[in-house]
């Protein structure tokens, strides 16, 4: 976990100090807040932007789960250093997060409104619009936040941005650009009929790669969104605190 001393100054600049003004902007019906964040089920994808979706991550209650939605990958199931990630039907997966969400009071959150679009692809209408009603992009609260607090537009509303910002370090081996090619590599070789053992090195090294730079995505997104749905005064007490705690 990133040391508190080192998140950015958390007080409003050139917009009022009014924390009456704060709350009332971050209580938007479309935004979260600390309870919705503490009960959320946090999902992303991985995939190929020309192809439907490889990979979904989901993160509840501090504990990250992935399944291979692509069969093509199933040869990639349970593999070392990528435990636990089985094949199941996106389908499938999707209506259990769905039901999920609507059992338990939880509200279904990703970093844009992409992870949205790709699940509603596999649903019925009806099945969209009970996901409509359980899903929330998570920039629709990161955007305000920066703009109220940082006195300015964010200059950048992707994940990478905020978990610098905000001191959550992602491994460079995981972070951007990593995903695409990977995967193109993988598919390419399994398309030529190989096994998970045949796959060249360099193209076991890239799963493991992706389904963990999905965990650091799903962890990042939750770390983010809890400080900023944090009360500001509990912020700023963080922030007072020594920096070896």
């Known amino acids: 976990m990133p040391k508190l001393r080192s998140l950015v100054t958390l007080t409003p600049t050139t917009l009022s100090n009014s924390d009456a003004l704060y709350e009332k902007a971050m209580s938007h019906h479309h935004r979260l807040n600390a309870e919705d964040v503490q009960q959320a089920i946090f999902i992303d994808y991985e995939g190929n932007i020309d192809k439907p979706p490889t990979l979904l991550g989901w993160r509840l209650m501090g504990e990250t789960h992935a399944s291979i939605i692509e069969a093509a990958f199933t040869v990639c199931a349970n593999r070392y250093g990528a435990k636990s990630v089985e094949f199941q039907d996106h389908a499938t997966l999707a209506l259990h997060l769905i039901e999920l969400a609507e059992q338990e009071g939880r509200k279904l959150v990703s970093w844009s409104e992409h992870d949205?679009?790709?699940?509603?692809?596999?649903?019925?209408?009806?099945?969209?619009?009970?996901?409509?009603?359980?899903?929330?992009?998570?920039?629709?609260?990161?955007?305000?936040?920066?703009?109220?607090?940082?006195?300015?537009?964010?200059?950048?509303?992707?994940?990478?941005?905020?978990?610098?910002?905000?001191?959550?370090?992602?491994?460079?081996?995981?972070?951007?650009?990593?995903?695409?090619?990977?995967?193109?590599?993988?598919?390419?070789?399994?398309?030529?009929?190989?096994?998970?053992?045949?796959?060249?090195?360099?193209?076991?090294?890239?799963?493991?790669?992706?389904?963990?730079?999905?965990?650091?995505?799903?962890?990042?997104?939750?770390?983010?969104?809890?400080?900023?749905?944090?009360?500001?005064?509990?912020?700023?007490?963080?922030?007072?605190?020594?920096?070896?705690?």
């Open 116 to 245: 949205f679009r790709v699940m509603a692809a596999v649903l019925s209408e009806s099945d969209q619009v009970r996901l409509r009603t359980v899903y929330v992009n998570a920039i629709r609260t990161s955007r305000p936040w920066h703009y109220l607090t940082q006195g300015k537009a964010a200059k950048d509303a992707s994940l990478a941005y905020f978990s610098q910002l905000l001191g959550f370090a992602i491994p460079t081996r995981y972070g951007l650009g990593l995903v695409g090619q990977g995967l193109r590599l993988i598919r390419l070789q399994i398309n030529e009929g190989r096994t998970y053992a045949a796959l060249t090195k360099s193209a076991r090294a890239s799963w493991v790669s992706i389904v963990k730079h999905n965990r650091f995505d799903l962890a990042a997104m939750e770390f983010v969104l809890r400080l900023i749905t944090t009360p500001r005064k509990l912020q700023d007490t963080l922030l007072a605190l020594p920096e070896e705690i």
